[in-house]
């Protein structure tokens, strides 16, 4: 080997040993995260009364018969309507405090004498979210409307809705 060459290869290994101490070692940092979670009580809907529109007697003309949610009826021009009527109402037990939002699955049902007879009902609900009580307890009411046909058959009509409760 030369003295060129030693030189060159002194050189070399003096730049690699300036540049490795050159070099910084890194700082390492490390943080901590928790990880929570909060088990809600399971929602519970239990039917506190059903929608009744009373007892209707129809006419030659078609009309309506609308039941509010404070049990109230509109009885439709031709109509005659009378007896008890009520609202469907519902009772929803869930966590404590916490917000519920409430859908009427379908709001668009028929009622049936059992035979080939129908009506139409569009139900309706006023209560879209609620907040649960301190105990986790609420209610809500489901109002409707009744499409009765000109000269109704006479019988008793019924049709079933479902309800949902869920947590927001």
Do not use: W
């Not at 404070?70 to 966590?95: E, I, K, M, P, Q």
């Amino acid at each position: 080997m030369t003295n060129k060459s030693v030189q060159a290869l002194g050189l070399t290994a003096m730049l690699f040993a300036g540049v490795a101490l050159s070099i910084e070692p890194a700082h390492a940092a490390s943080a901590t995260g928790d990880a929570t979670v909060k088990i809600l009580r399971a929602i519970t809907v239990t039917k506190s009364s059903d929608l009744d529109f009373g007892k209707i007697v129809p006419s030659a003309a078609a009309a309506t018969v609308a039941i509010a949610e404070d049990n109230s009826r509109v009885c439709g021009s031709g109509l005659s309507c009378f007896g008890t009527t009520t609202a469907g109402a519902f009772a929803v037990v869930g966590a404590a405090n916490e917000t519920v939002t409430v859908a009427i699955d379908n709001p668009s049902i028929t009622l049936t004498d059992g035979g080939s007879n129908s009506m139409a009902v569009l139900l309706a609900t006023t209560t879209s979210a609620m907040t649960l009580s301190g105990t986790g307890d609420g209610s809500f009411k489901v109002a409707g409307t009744l499409n009765v046909g000109a000269n109704q058959a006479a019988g008793t009509y019924s049709g079933q809705y479902a309800v949902s409760v869920s947590y927001q």
